[in-house]
């Protein structure tokens, strides 16, 4: 009988219009580190989390188009103290035990992506 179906991991791929700028902003900002050297695209890792960025020419045949990206943690506080401190994260993006049961914080990069961190509190 064949095992079934484990599923490994999801990898966001976020639009890029400028990848170099892009990659020197997450590197900066957030602490993630591209581990590739693909022309036009890079894989932006930090710890076990990773994600893809890709370039687009920003034309009606190929658009840099917004995407958004949720990571979970444990621990959500230094890393907000972190970012803020980076210049990725306002102290205003905090919240704390949602009413749906996480702290999170999130913010936009240079290409209108969302990302958000969250931990889960309930």
């Not at 484990?6 to 591209?34: H, Q």
């Not at 695209?41 to 958004?68: C, K, S």
Request: no cysteine.
């Amino acid at each position: 009988m064949t095992p079934p179906t484990e599923f490994l991991a999801v990898i966001p791929v976020l639009s890029s219009a400028d990848l170099a700028r892009d990659v020197a902003w997450y590197e900066e900002k957030t602490g993630f580190r591209n581990v590739t050297e693909q022309e036009g695209y890079a894989i932006m890792q930090r710890e076990n989390v990773e994600f893809h960025l890709q370039w687009h020419h920003g034309t009606e045949e190929d658009p840099v188009l917004a995407g958004v990206m949720r990571i979970w943690v444990k621990n959500v506080l230094p890393l907000f103290e972190e970012l803020v401190q980076r210049g990725a994260v306002k102290p205003e993006k905090l919240r704390m035990n949602t009413a749906w049961g996480t702290n999170e914080f999130g913010f936009y990069d240079l290409n209108g992506n969302a990302v958000f961190v969250l931990e889960d509190v309930s």
